[in-house]
Structures are given as structure tokens and as C-alpha cells.
């Protein structure tokens, strides 16, 4: 089971769930309650879910947070490094083609307005993300595993023909001459 597939069925479960409780609360709404006690089970309800928060939401992010930063420029010796520039509807990159198994080193930038520099492999998922931002050089390193034609989409609307933003980045054999 791919993680989006599994994603769209967590969703479904919640979203089957928060109908149930809302069809209960209709359910429910027509039958007058006595106040008071409603009240302090509620209290204790929202008791509950603090603690529940602090209990297991907390070390749950912690956890995750393991992920984070990602890999820096600093950590990466001789890097392959591709300078992109994004403009008003077309990504500019300084070279076309890099070498996998080898770390690369994306320099984005923009020269107008705020884009999204979206990395996705030959099958549509996507790899690797960042912003580009006019007046900041934003620095992503990605290791390419495979060969192949990398698809690089903008992810941040950014006017009317943000759609058409696309572009190709050609990852060539690992031990490549032309990387
Ligand atoms: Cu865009």
C-alpha cells in the first residue's frame, strides 16, 4: 500500500467518523439535558484530551522531529550543483543533466514572485521540495537514487500560467561522464 493510498483511507475513516458524531448530535439535539452535569463532563472530557495531548502528542512529535533538519549544505562534500532561477512562468537551471548517487546541491532562487520548486521521479512522486523566493538563495540537498527524467512542477500559485511551470532535469547513470 503506497502512503497516499493509505492516507486517502485515514481520511475516509475520519471523515466517516466526525459524520457519526455530528448525526449523533442531531440525533440527540431535540431531547432537552440538565445543564450542570453536562457541563462538568465536559470539562472532563477536555481534561482528557489535554492529557492525551500532552502524553502522547508530545512524544509522538518529538519522534518525527527526528527527521528534521534535513540533510545541510555543510554536511555534503562536492556536491553537484544546480543553480535555479524561477521567473513569471519558466524555471532556468545553470545545468541540465546531474549523476545519481551523488549528492546534489539545488541554489533556488526567483526573480519575481514566491514559487514552489517541486522535484518529482519518472513515476510522479515526489522526491523533494522547496521554496523559491525573490532575494533569498534557498539551498536543498538531494541524493538521486535512479536515472531518469525528473519532472520539476511549481507548487506555489503564482499567476495565470502556473500550471504550464514545468520543467525537466535529466539524472544520468551513476559513474556518467556527462554529469
Ligand atoms: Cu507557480
Known amino acids: 500500500m503506497t502512503v497516499q493510498t493509505l492516507s486517502l483511507l485515514v481520511s475516509l475513516a475520519a471523515i466517516v467518523a466526525l459524520a457519526a458524531v455530528f448525526l449523533r448530535v442531531r440525533a ?21 484530551a489535554l492529557w492525551t495531548m500532552v502524553v502522547v502528542g508530545l512524544p509522538v512529535t518529538v519522534w518525527l522531529l527526528r527527521y528534521m533538519p534535513h540533510t545541510t549544505a555543510a554536511a555534503v562534500a562536492d556536491p553537484q550543483v544546480v543553480n535555479v532561477s524561477s521567473t513569471q512562468w519558466f524555471w532556468e537551471f545553470d545545468r541540465e543533466s546531474v549523476e545519481a548517487s551523488k549528492p546534489v546541491e539545488f541554489h533556488v532562487t526567483s526573480t519575481d514572485v514566491n514559487h514552489g520548486f517541486g522535484l518529482y521521479d519518472p513515476s510522479g512522486r515526489m522526491v523533494a521540495q522547496v521554496q523559491a523566493m525573490p ?32 520543467s525537466v532535469i535529466t539524472v544520468t547513470a551513476a559513474g556518467g561522464s556527462n554529469g
Do not use: K, Q, W
Not at 440527540?28 to 482528557?48: E, Q
Open 28 to 48: 440527540l439535539s431535540h431531547t432537552p439535558v440538565d445543564y450542570p452535569p453536562l457541563l462538568a463532563r465536559a470539562y472532563r472530557l477536555g481534561r482528557i
Open 135 to 166: 532575494g533569498y538563495i534557498n539551498v536543498m540537498t538531494h541524493t538521486f537514487e535512479a536515472a531518469g527524467d525528473y519532472r520539476v512542477l511549481c507548487l506555489e500559485y503564482c499567476g495565470l500560467a502556473h500550471h504550464a511551470m514545468e
